[in-house]
């Protein structure tokens, strides 16, 4: 089973949405499980990932939300997807 | 008994999830998804056969709403299904290497075509053979031989 994991930059550059709203969709109406990603050799804050279906849910959800984007998030989940 | 309740919680999110992302899904994307379902449910019989059961099958195909691959897919504008017999056979092996119940029903399934032909090959030598064979210590190297011989003629039948 093939599955993808989507930080908040991804979600910003794939809906153009900015972050406090990601955000707010990512925590409301209760916070959606997530992994995190390992640090980097300086260290700093660990990104959170979230997977697709939960994230394409909640994106759904939005009245907002256009099918135009949902195309373009997922292209770039696809895009993430091929890189692994 | 933690795992049998790690198990149930996990099966619940799964079950969960399917339920969210069907009931929020375009119909139009649903119209897509429902073709993969039966092109991988094609697949499956093809190359598995009876050998998995279709309470199993039902389940991979039902999870296939949750695969990254099919949802860029079917909403992502890039089809990236297979397009060819070949690759929906790769695609089923896929899934099946991917679900632990369905690999353990298909290797039950081939234990058990593998006893029956053993018995078979078995009841085909006469006593004096079998005792014989036995004695020279050659008769499981036989046996297995010839349930090789007829898995091979069975495939490609």
């Known amino acids: 089973m093939n599955s993808v994991l989507l930080s908040v930059d991804d979600l910003r550059r794939g809906t153009g949405w900015g972050q406090y709203r990601i955000r707010s969709m990512l925590k409301l109406p209760y916070p959606l499980p997530f992994d995190q990603a390992p640090t980097g050799p300086h260290g700093g804050t660990k990104a959170r990932l979230y997977r697709l279906d939960d994230v394409l849910v909640r994106c759904r959800l939005k009245p907002s939300f256009t099918s135009k984007q949902e195309a373009a998030l997922l292209r770039l989940a696809q895009q993430k997807l091929n890189e692994t | ?157």
């Open chain 2, 1 to 157: 008994m933690t795992d049998i309740q790690t198990y149930i919680d996990a099966e619940n999110d799964r079950q969960g999830r399917i339920e969210r992302v069907s009931a929020t899904m375009p119909s139009s994307q649903a119209q897509r998804l429902a073709e993969i379902k039966q092109y991988a449910e094609v697949a499956l019989a093809r190359v598995y056969g009876g050998r998995i059961a279709p309470e199993l099958v039902q389940r991979m195909t039902d999870g296939l709403i949750l695969d990254a691959s099919v949802l860029c897919s079917i909403g992502g504008g890039v089809d990236e299904m297979p397009q060819s017999e070949d690759g929906w056979d790769a695609f089923a092996k896929g899934l099946v290497a991917s679900e632990p119940l369905a690999q353990r029903c298909v290797e039950f399934n081939d234990a058990k075509l593998k006893e029956a032909l053993r018995q078979d090959e078995l009841s085909n030598l006469s006593p004096q053979q079998r005792i014989s064979m036995a004695r020279n210590d050659s008769l499981d190297a036989y046996v297995e031989e010839k349930i090789q011989q007829r898995l091979e003629d069975r495939l490609d039948r």
